[in-house]
């Protein structure tokens, strides 16, 4: 708490002297932060690696892994009551303090990708200049452009953009540079390089996959130096005259940038990048795993489930509709998408602040898809009390995140983890930066089979 009243204060006093706020570059920033936490954790390891912080039970080697903390994450920490915290600031605090794009109000992923990699809350400066950096990065090689349109429109967005994020690594500085022999105390900065030039190129790939799969011929248009990264991707899309579109893009992507380090896309990339695999291949691992129903895929599956909802309940959305065929559900077997989640046991501050985005729009009160979406959040959690299986019975960001693009015109449900995946590029390649600035080792948990287990308990 100290720490988040200090970013908070600090925040302030820039604001009210904007002429003595900082232009140092992100690099710049990482190189005076890093020394203080390698410090923080030689200590750690000197001092306290005997430290007893938990036990290990069978539940969580046979549930996968719940609750065992056994990660080193930087970004943010996952609180299972209050949400997600970026360096001690909660997604309210991000909204105030993150600076926004010029014209907008939402806070942008420049502004998230800063807080997330720094600690610290950059000016405006700070992030209008990460914003000309990212967009003059962002165009695609010409062999991935050949490359992703060559792939079949009835490919899956998602296995499209990580065969485009995997291919990228053939421009791998990290990869270049651990060839020709560096320093481990060199590797963050090479790393740095790959994080911020994927990031750069994710709007280009992502939106030519769209183009490709859904308006094919269109041809895609040139990027904009004084765009943010994600005006660009909105007008990359053929969005870019759509204000309210383009603004909660920025929103979702910004505060959907990371959610700490289990989640399966998250740790994947950390895992992949523990054995020094570059940026590219470690983030395009884990976009399979955001790929999965269970978890990133959710965001596609809840606007199917709920128009399902709509089409078999007609236009007269009572409450009690809603908690028949929230029970048809969960009877025929299936999970409820948008609900439940691995660690949260409250509503998701994420969700709480995408219904804020929708209740502050007078024309989102008349979508019939987002109504309809509210009036599930309102009936589901008792239901899924009473179904009595879930830890958490309310909903999770994807329960509403779909529903705000499909009003504003970006209908293709199939892509919306596309968009997830731009997002969380944000959190797990910071991750692999301070991996490497900390000089984390290569992952490798002990696995038990059955017998063994049981040995171990008698
Ligand atoms: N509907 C029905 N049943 C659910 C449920 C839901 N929304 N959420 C959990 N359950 C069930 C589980 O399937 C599990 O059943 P079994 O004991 O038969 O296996 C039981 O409740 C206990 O699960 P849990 O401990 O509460 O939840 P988990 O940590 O195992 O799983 C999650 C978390 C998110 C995979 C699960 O809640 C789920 O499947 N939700 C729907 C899909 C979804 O919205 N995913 C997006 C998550 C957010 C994200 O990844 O970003």
Known sequence: MLRRAHLLA??????GSKRFASTKSLKETLQEVIPGKQEQLRKLKTEHAQAVIGDVKVENIIGGMRGLKAMLWEASVL?????????GLSIPDCRKVLPSAPGGKEIIAESMLWLLMTGKVPSEAQTRQLSRELAEKGELPPFVEKLVDSL???????TQLGIGVAALNH??????????????????????DDCLNLIARLPALAARIYLNVYQPGTPLPAINKDLDLIGNYSTLLGFGDNHNLTEYLRLYIALHGDHEGGNASAHTAHLVGSTLSDPYLSYSAALFALAGPLHGLANQEVLRWQFAMQEEIGSDVSHEKIKEYLWKTLKSGQVVPGYGHGVLRNPDPRFIALQEFCDARPELHESSIIQLVKKTSEVAPAVLKEHGKTKNPYPNVDATSGCVLYHYGLKEFKYYTVIFGVSRALGALTQLVWARALGLPLERPKSLSIDALEKLIT
């Open 10 to 15: 600090s925040v302030s006093r820039s604001n």
């Open 79 to 87: 609180d299972p009551n209050e949400g997600i915290r970026f360096h």
């Open 152 to 158: 079949p429109a009835t490919l899956h967005p998602m």
């Open 171 to 192: 421009d791998s500085v990290f990869q270049a540079a651990y060839e020709k022999g560096i320093k481990k105390s060199e590797y963050w900065t090479y790393m740095l």
